[in-house]
């Protein structure tokens, strides 16, 4: 019992010597380049990830608070997404991160689809553009 509790602790604290990490999936160079500004610019604390080898090493190396992710993305989009998301619900590391996608407006099935897959949420583009800074605002509360 005792070696299991310290082993728990030690897991703990190994989540909070990682860097926190904001991941983004998006493969709109527009659509980044918004998401960037509302950012700063060249902040460190965002990942922006085009396969699906860069997200699960990001899985493993940071401490993910968020992750943004464009449903449409060419590699990573539909289907792959919700086997992404399914890997980030099932790391103990990272479970908990606000997974927030969007789409299409006229694509509700898959945006239902991600909600059922373990998206936090799933909101048609334009809504995810006047969300975006509330989102932000409150993860970067989180750093």
Known sequence: MYIFAVD???KKM??????KKILVVCS????SGQIRSFFKLKDERIEFLENRNEFQNALTKFHVILI???????????REAFSLIKEVRENPENSSALAVSWGAHTENTLLKSALKYGFDKAMPRS???????KIINKTLLEF
């Open 28 to 31: 709109d160079l527009i659509f």
């Open 127 to 133: 809504s995810f553009v006047r969300e975006l800074p």
């Open 68 to 78: 943004l992710f464009d449903l449409h993305h060419p590699s990573l989009g539909n």
């Open 8 to 10: 728990k602790i030690l």
């Open 14 to 19: 190994s989540l909070f010597q990682k860097e």
